[in-house]
């Protein structure tokens, strides 16, 4: 009877324990998000993939992994600074997850880095990166 109850006591433990780590994520996903919108991101690192989170402001893209502890990101992009390439379809090795993905090179300052994130989520991307800044008041002619 002992190892019935002590057996309980540890899936009891384990199911807390789960719960307490799906908290965790949903609670850094929205201190991650702050409100804005975010996409589904990938940066390529040598042959394979991460996955991560970008949020986009008026201001700049932040890249967050997805599975971590931090809430800070761990790349950043400047609108105005970054050159998005044109997209390019994605053979094997793509990343997970990622509903019609494209690959896209991309320059920010002096660096150059190759991204995956769906079609829909690349036009917006361009999209942001070659209008102006809300507020920003240019007059195209």
């Known amino acids: 009877m002992a190892e019935v109850r002590l057996t309980g006591e540890i899936l009891a433990g384990l199911?807390?324990?789960?719960?307490?780590i799906c908290l965790a994520l949903v609670l850094r996903r929205r201190a991650i998000s702050r409100?804005?919108?975010m996409m589904l991101m990938a940066r390529q690192k040598g042959s394979g993939w991460t996955l991560g989170l970008a949020r986009v402001t008026a201001s700049e893209v932040a890249w967050f992994p997805l599975i971590g502890v931090t809430v800070r990101p761990r790349a950043r992009w400047i609108r105005g600074d970054i050159d998005l390439g044109a997209?390019?379809?994605?053979?094997?090795?793509r990343p997970v997850a990622m509903a019609d993905p494209v690959s896209v090179n991309c320059t920010s300052g002096?660096?150059?880095f190759t991204i995956a994130l769906s079609s829909a989520d690349y036009t917006a991307l361009r999209s942001w990166a070659e209008s102006s800044p809300p507020g920003l008041n240019a007059n195209v002619a």
Request: proline share 16%; charged share 20%; hydrophobic share 35%.
């Open 110 to 112: 002096d660096r150059d």
């Open 87 to 93: 997209p390019k379809p994605i053979g094997h090795g």
């Open 35 to 37: 409100g804005g919108p």
């Open 15 to 20: 199911l807390v324990l789960l719960v307490l």
